[in-house]
Nanobody
């Protein structure tokens, strides 16, 4: 069973950048496909990006494509989300999630979740 801990959130001005990290422990990190989701106040949790266990394949939601970059370092048991050109609508709690076997964009198909990290983008 893997435990996930997010970090790197904070307050940033529009147009700025942040790097989120998701550190995994208690399991074989390289066995898991990973994802970032986010949830803004009053809204459902939505997919931001996914990455396969090998790191070879990534997927981005249209709203972040071209601005966010997802990567992972299996040797460090860590996944990273580089967020550039941030917009106020990116404000949300960001969650990392893990699931084995196949990657998915569906919240309910992820077995393991972190506690979330707040990202606030001011205009």
């Amino acid at each position: 069973q893997v435990q996930l801990v997010e970090s790197g959130g904070g307050l940033v001005q529009a147009g700025g950048s942040l790097r989120l990290s998701c550190a995994a422990s208690g399991g074989t990190f390289s066995a898991y496909n990973m994802a970032w989701f986010r949830q803004a106040p009053g809204k459902e949790r939505s997919l931001v990006a996914t990455i396969t266990w090998s790191g070879r394949t990534t997927y981005y939601a249209d709203s972040v494509k071209g601005r966010f970059t997802l990567s992972r370092d299996n040797a460090k048991n860590t996944m990273y989300l580089h967020m550039n050109s941030l917009k106020p609508e990116d404000t949300a709690v960001y969650y990392c999630a893990a699931r084995p076997y196949t990657v998915s964009g569906m919240t309910q198909q992820y077995d393991y979740w972190g506690q979330g990290t707040q990202v606030t983008v001011s205009s």
